[in-house]
């Protein structure tokens, strides 16, 4: 790993949070974060909620991080959107994530001819609103997802998520959706540019192998695997590629700041 990093992403569920409870140590790392005057984001696959809404969330939790270091996949959207097509047009499944994230970069949201149909989560996927989307990017609209998630954490157990309700639309109109949200390394270089910030000085903190560590790597990242989420030290042999440390939690990230 290199030393001296500058900057850092950090995956938010699996390595600051569990559900509603901080992990041990994540406050601590983002209060150093701040005293050393280290640019920061933390990164979420989930486009549900505004940078305001999991602000709250976190705050809830203990961790206080501004709504600005604070980079969702419905964020990233809305930047890649802008970026192919500024002043578009989008039909979107979602919600207010996604859709103050479009409002904000100027998008139209309509179901009468948009450039895109844009898919994100929602906590209540409509079959009308699928059934449109399926007949609109037959009609010639652009496919785009928010992630590829195919579920979601509840208290109740996995939910449906993006990834799965994407794969329905794809099998009914056999195009494939663009995903914008991690394992594309897009999400982190949109992020890097949100701070300003260069790949050979920036480290990626996650918990998951498939998304997080690769999707680093794929940007240039150093990576940092910690193992108080998805991925175990066992799962690691599975993948023909290695984060650049594993360690037992966030806590052990503080000394490397």
């Given at each position: 790993?290199?030393?001296?990093?500058?900057?850092?992403?950090?995956?938010?569920d699996g390595v600051l949070v569990h559900e509603d409870?901080?992990?041990?140590?994540?406050?601590?790392?983002?209060?150093?974060?701040?005293?050393?005057?280290?640019?920061?984001?933390?990164?979420?696959?989930?486009?549900?909620?505004?940078?305001?809404?999991?602000?709250?969330?976190?705050?809830?939790?203990?961790?206080?991080?501004?709504?600005?270091?604070?980079?969702?996949?419905?964020?990233?959207?809305?930047?890649?959107?802008?970026?192919?097509?500024?002043?578009?047009?989008?039909?979107?499944?979602?919600?207010?994530?996604?859709?103050?994230?479009?409002?904000?970069?100027?998008?139209?949201?309509?179901?009468?001819?948009?450039?895109?149909?844009?898919?994100?989560?929602?906590?209540?996927?409509?079959?009308?609103?699928?059934?449109?989307?399926?007949?609109?990017?037959?009609?010639?609209?652009?496919?785009?997802?928010?992630?590829?998630?195919?579920?979601?954490?509840?208290?109740?157990?996995?939910?449906?998520?993006?990834?799965?309700?994407?794969?329905?639309?794809?099998?009914?109109?056999?195009?494939?959706?663009?995903?914008?949200?991690?394992?594309?390394?897009m999400m982190f270089r949109s992020a890097l540019n949100?701070?300003?910030?260069?790949?050979?000085?920036?480290?990626?903190?996650?918990?998951?192998?498939?998304?997080?560590?690769?999707?680093?790597?794929?940007?240039?990242?150093?990576?940092?695997?910690?193992?108080?989420?998805?991925?175990?030290?066992?799962?690691?042999?599975?993948?023909?590629?290695?984060?650049s440390r594993v360690l037992p939690s966030i806590a052990?990230?503080?000394?490397?700041?």
């Open positions: 790993m290199r030393s001296h990093a500058q900057c850092w992403l950090t995956d938010m409870s901080a992990i041990p140590g994540a406050a601590e790392f983002l209060q150093t974060l701040v005293d050393k005057e280290r640019p920061f984001l933390v990164l979420t696959n989930n486009s549900i909620f505004t940078p305001r809404d999991l602000a709250a969330r976190l705050l809830r939790s203990g961790l206080s991080v501004p709504e600005p270091a604070i980079w969702t996949s419905a964020l990233a959207t809305a930047a890649f959107l802008d970026g192919q097509l500024p002043g578009g047009s989008a039909y979107v499944i979602g919600e207010a994530g996604l859709t103050t994230a479009l409002h904000e970069v100027g998008y139209t949201l309509t179901d009468t001819a948009p450039d895109f149909v844009v898919l994100g989560e929602t906590r209540t996927y409509s079959f009308e609103a699928i059934t449109k989307a399926i007949r609109l990017i037959i009609g010639g609209a652009r496919f785009i997802a928010t992630n590829p998630d195919v579920t979601g954490p509840s208290a109740e157990g996995p939910l449906p998520a993006t990834g799965s309700v994407a794969a329905m639309i794809t099998k009914a109109t056999g195009r494939e959706p663009y995903f914008v949200g991690k394992p594309n390394p949100r701070i300003e910030a260069h790949s050979e000085n920036t480290v990626m903190v996650g918990d998951r192998m498939d998304t997080d560590v690769v999707a680093g790597i794929e940007a240039g990242l150093d990576t940092i695997l910690v193992l108080t989420g998805s991925t175990q030290v066992d799962d690691i042999q599975r993948y023909p590629f290695r984060p052990q990230a503080i000394e490397l700041i």
